[in-house]
């Protein structure tokens, strides 16, 4: 709080000290919407400029992190709105990477970690099934089913009722494993 | 759960977070069943390249406090400009040009010769005796007018 306060009055070595140490925060939430370096950094710059502006409004009732959190997700969600929308998730654009890995993991136990080498390709085929969801729902099912946030967390972050994030959440899964079976039965058609 | 479908398990949880004894049950029915066994297999693997994905963090170099200041210290400094000097800094080029405009015309009004058209006939027949002589450089009074003009007409008798 103390802070947040010095940074208001115009001390600068307050405010870089906010900056260095929420940033990893600021990036971290911003990685959820965008694996372009440049696209990150530009969110989290935003996101800072953009507290710093709204300081007055922060009371200090909760900390720090977590109003900038709800900034940083805010920052992007508009980003994303603002940017263009994905196409449609179609099963001829699969790479032969991702075609073989999803032909490799099909049949294995319940809770498989993907290997360092082929995380790029996971994370590509996450994006490729992510894309049928809106930015909210993507949001809400990486939160949830990706990083284990609990609905509470995903309410703070997003200043959503916890209602309304059980229901994001429970369409956006239905929808995702819809798109991955689409997926898996590529060769079935 | 053997006889009953697995299917809204699957979208109201992710696979990660059920029990062992609720994982088994679900692997149990998705064996028998050919519906929620795809069903299971997609939800299995989105949770799986989920994960990956939210794995992947950018992390924020070394610049980027630097460059956060940088563009800090330039909003500050837009900032504490007074608001009037903002609005001359951008209405400075309007401004000019409108006084440059208004110079020009001055100079064109005052400085050219005035160019005084002759009075046509219509023009002259609407000036009445009255003005005519009032706006005589002689200072004559009312009566005098008065008189000058009837003394005419009663010559004209």
């Known amino acids: 709080m103390d802070l947040a306060r010095q940074a208001?009055?115009?001390d600068e070595s307050a405010f870089a000290e906010i900056v260095r140490r929420y940033?990893?925060?600021?990036?971290?939430?911003?990685?959820?919407?965008?694996?372009?370096?440049?696209l990150v950094e530009e969110a989290a710059q935003e996101v800072f400029l953009k507290a710093f502006t709204q300081l007055g409004s922060f009371e200090g009732r909760g900390s720090i992190e977590g109003w900038l959190t709800r900034i940083a997700t805010n920052t992007c969600l508009n980003m994303i709105?603002?940017?263009?929308r994905r196409p449609e998730l179609t099963v001829s654009d699969l790479t032969d990477d991702e075609a073989?890995?999803?032909?490799?993991?099909?049949?294995?136990?319940?809770?498989?970690q993907p290997s360092v080498e082929n995380s790029v390709v996971a994370t590509d085929l996450a994006d490729r099934v992510l894309s049928v969801l809106s930015p909210e729902d993507q949001q809400t099912l990486l939160m949830i089913d990706g990083e284990d946030a609990s609905i509470r967390e995903v309410a703070e972050a997003t200043g959503w009722s916890e209602s309304k994030v059980k229901v994001r959440a429970f369409r956006a899964r239905k929808k995702v494993r819809e798109a991955m079976a689409k997926l898996l039965n590529r060769g079935d058609k | 759960m053997k006889d009953k479908h697995i299917i809204d398990v699957?979208?109201?949880?992710?696979i990660a977070s059920l029990s062992e004894s609720?994982?088994?049950?679900?692997?149990?029915?998705?064996r028998e069943c050919v519906s929620c066994r795809e069903a299971y297999e997609a939800a299995r693997l989105t949770g799986v390249v989920l994960q990956s994905r939210a794995q992947t963090k950018i992390e924020p170099s070394p610049f980027f406090q630097t460059r956060v200041m940088a563009a800090w210290r330039e909003q500050q400094a837009v900032e504490s400009v007074p608001a009037m000097l903002r609005l001359w800094k951008s209405a400075r080029a309007l401004v000019s040009s409108m006084a440059v405009t208004t110079a020009a015309l001055a100079a064109l009004t005052f400085m050219l010769p005035a160019q005084t058209a002759p009075l046509t006939?219509?023009?002259?027949?609407?000036?009445?005796?009255?003005s005519v002589i009032m706006g005589s450089d002689d200072q004559v009074s009312y009566e005098q007018v008065l008189s000058t003009i009837y003394e005419d007409d009663d010559e004209a008798r």
């Open chain 1, 100 to 112: 073989q890995w999803l032909d490799q993991h099909s049949g294995g136990d319940g809770r498989e």
């Open chain 1, 8 to 10: 208001q009055a115009g």
């Open chain 2, 22 to 30: 609720e994982l088994s049950e679900v692997q149990t029915h998705a």
């Open chain 2, 10 to 14: 699957l979208d109201n949880t992710s």
């Open chain 1, 23 to 38: 940033s990893p925060r600021v990036f971290s939430v911003a990685s959820r919407f965008f694996r372009q370096r440049s």
């Open chain 1, 81 to 84: 709105r603002g940017a263009k």
């Open chain 2, 121 to 130: 006939d219509q023009t002259a027949s609407m000036l009445s005796e009255e």
